[in-house]
């Protein structure tokens, strides 16, 4: 089992940066593959961004190639998601997750574990 807890989200104004972390318990975090969920009002929860477990790859969603990049550290058991050129539509509560295994999916079903999310919010 593991817990995630993120952290950095934060009021940012269009075409910023923010940096988001999820820190993971355990001693088991490089059995993981990891990924980044976000959720805007009224709307579902959608796929971001994944990385397998070892990191060596990752997958984005159309909406955010080229602008976010999510990496790992498997010594200090956290996982990032660099996030530039942030546009208003970008706002969201922004959620890691965890599944056991080397492969990433983009379902939000198939993750195991969750985070409580971290807000970001865009101004125009």
């Known amino acids: 089992q593991v817990q995630l807890v993120e952290s950095g989200g934060g009021l940012v104004q269009a075409g910023g940066s923010l940096r988001l972390s999820c820190a993971a318990s355990?001693?088991?975090?490089?059995?993981?593959?990891m990924a980044w969920f976000r959720q805007a009002p009224g709307k579902e929860r959608e796929f971001v961004a994944a990385?397998?477990?070892?990191?060596?790859?990752?997958y984005y969603a159309d909406s955010v190639k080229g602008r976010f990049t999510i990496s790992r550290d498997n010594a200090k058991n956290t996982v990032y998601l660099q996030m530039n050129s942030l546009k208003p539509e970008d706002t969201a509560v922004y959620y890691c997750?965890?599944?056991?295994?080397?492969?990433?999916?983009?379902?939000?079903?198939?993750?195991?574990?969750w985070g409580q999310g971290t807000q970001v919010t865009v101004s125009s």
């Open positions: 990385i397998t477990r070892g990191g060596a790859n990752t």
């Open positions: 997750a965890a599944r056991s295994g080397t492969y990433y999916f983009i379902e939000v079903t198939d993750y195991d574990y």
């Open positions: 355990g001693r088991t975090f490089s059995s993981y593959a």
